[in-house]
């Protein structure tokens, strides 16, 4: 049975996320600490909508729209994790990143403590929403810890 006392949680909050966050839960024992990690994909940063701003004080304001949109996303998302844990008497600590969501995993966890990864599993074909592309050889071959991937919920 494990019983890992630093779980990382990569989550962001679709449907497959939390099944993963979920998991992550189950093998937490009090005392625990999940350290969950939320990538803001760089697509993002291309989401200014250049074809139709036509000019830069209009794509200033929409790029700020944009960002407080994800902001608010992320921090009901924090919110929901930090009252989760708290039942549980987990430990929770929280980090944001940009970039490539395997790149920024990888590195993550290289920085450590980490005893195990919680992922969730690519949305699946049919689905709407951005389908994970992080489950990738690359990931695997590059984390020296074990990796769980939940099963997205049917």
Known sequence: MLKPKHI??????????????????????????????????????????DDWLNNASTRAKFGRYVESQLEQEIRAHVKRMRRETAKRNIRYRYEIVQGKPTECLIARVAQGPADIVVLGAPRPKGRTGLRSRMLEEKLFRALRVPVIVAPHPQ
């Open 8 to 49: 990382l949680l990569a989550s962001h909050g679709s449907e497959g996320a939390r099944a993963a966050e979920k998991l992550a839960y189950a093998l937490c024992r009090p005392g625990a600490t999940l350290h969950h990690l939320i990538v803001v994909p760089e697509l993002w940063k291309g989401m200014m909508g």
